[in-house]
């Protein structure tokens, strides 16, 4: 099969033939229809996550179709991947309902190989049936952006009045659902990206603007998707005594130190690791009733290294989404 590969964190990937994986017990294999790019894979390229398997497929947004059955799931059903991949079942945390906090779990397109190829494998325990009406394309952002996003909106409580700094493809499907729920979001981004302003608006933002701005209300609580320590303490400045900022990814450059009266009030700053099962079923039903819309940028799986690029640039808007199979003759993405 066809794989981008990394062989060296620091170092572009590289285009490899490999034999197609071999599942293992409990193990389903599945053709990839598509793979959504995450920035946690940024962080991976870069070496700001430390540990990865080596050479790694990287890719933990992944739908496709099962080839080689196991458990629940079927020949030929449409499934997705996310990046919880394993967990040992028998530790404090996976026994007490937080596997996503557990020692030994093991991690898709980080410690195990994941979706930046024509076929994977994947522990069929940790995957969920996509919702019909989804194309692949639209449905692999859910499995990382959607997933971590829909545990760091549960984690920011019954706040009516929610503000989400960056916003890219966590924050484009968490809009939705908030909005859905009730809530008022409040888009913060780049300072003078109208752009990136204009697209929170579109996806359903009561008010965009840039990160030096104070928002029109004051904010319930806030969501940092953004991995740049010093909006923690920028949110902290806008949310209510008794409000909290959730930071939503699994890398951030260094909080800086702030006033203790920032905090004071009973405020609280608090972080979102990995996610659980029970995280998955709990938005995939959602999506049964809830249409979420993404704006995508697709790209062929062997221009993984410009996908990479634009989000790492901020060009992007939205998600960009590797589908393996496809081609492009202008040598960038597709909008969708």
């Known amino acids: 099969m066809k794989a981008m590969l990394l062989r060296r964190q620091g170092e572009p990937l590289e285009v490899a033939e490999r034999p197609t994986p071999t599942p293992g017990e409990g193990e389903l294999l599945l053709q990839v229809d598509a793979c959504a790019v995450c920035r946690t894979d940024l962080h991976v390229v870069d070496g ?28 030929g059903e449409r499934i997705g991947v996310p990046w919880l991949g394993w967990t040992c079942g028998v530790c404090v945390y996976c026994t007490s309902g937080r596997e996503n906090l557990c020692d030994r779990a093991l991690f898709t397109g980080y410690t195990r190989d994941g979706g930046y190829a024509e076929y994977a494998v994947a522990d069929a ?85 840039g990160t030096g701005e104070a928002p029109p209300e004051p904010l319930d609580a806030a969501i940092v998707f953004a991995p740049a320590g010093e909006l923690v303490v920028t949110a902290l400045r806008h949310v209510v005594k008794g409000g909290t900022v959730v930071c939503a990814g699994i890398h951030m450059s260094d909080i800086p130190s702030f006033p203790y009266e920032l905090l004071w009030g009973e405020r609280t700053i608090r972080s979102v690791a990995n996610l659980t099962r029970r995280d998955g079923n709990e938005l995939f039903a959602r999506l049964q009733t809830l249409r979420v819309e993404t704006r995508r940028t697709e790209f062929p799986l062997e221009q993984a290294n410009e996908a990479l690029r634009v989000l790492r640039s901020g060009e992007l808007t939205g998600t960009a989404v590797l589908i393996p199979g496809s081609t492009s003759d202008a040598g960038g993405g597709a909008a969708r």
């Not at 959607?146 to 545990?151: A, D, H, V």
């Not at 979001?185 to 579109?202: G, I, L, S, Y």
């Open 48 to 75: 700001e996550l430390t540990e990865p398997k080596l050479p790694l497929v990287l890719g933990h947004q992944i739908v496709g179709r099962v080839v080689q059955a196991a458990a629940v799931f079927s020949e």
């Open 125 to 209: 325990r940790y995957c969920f049936p996509i919702p019909d009406g989804y194309s692949a394309s639209e449905a692999a952002p859910l499995l990382c952006a959607g997933l971590i996003g829909y545990r760091a909106l549960r984690m920011a409580g019954d706040a009516r009045r929610l503000g989400f700094f960056g916003f890219g493809s966590a924050a484009q499907i968490l809009v939705q659902i908030a909005r859905a729920n009730g809530a008022t979001v409040f888009a913060f981004t780049r300072d003078n990206d109208v752009e990136a302003q204009a697209f929170a608006r579109t996806m359903g933002a009561a008010w965009a603007g």
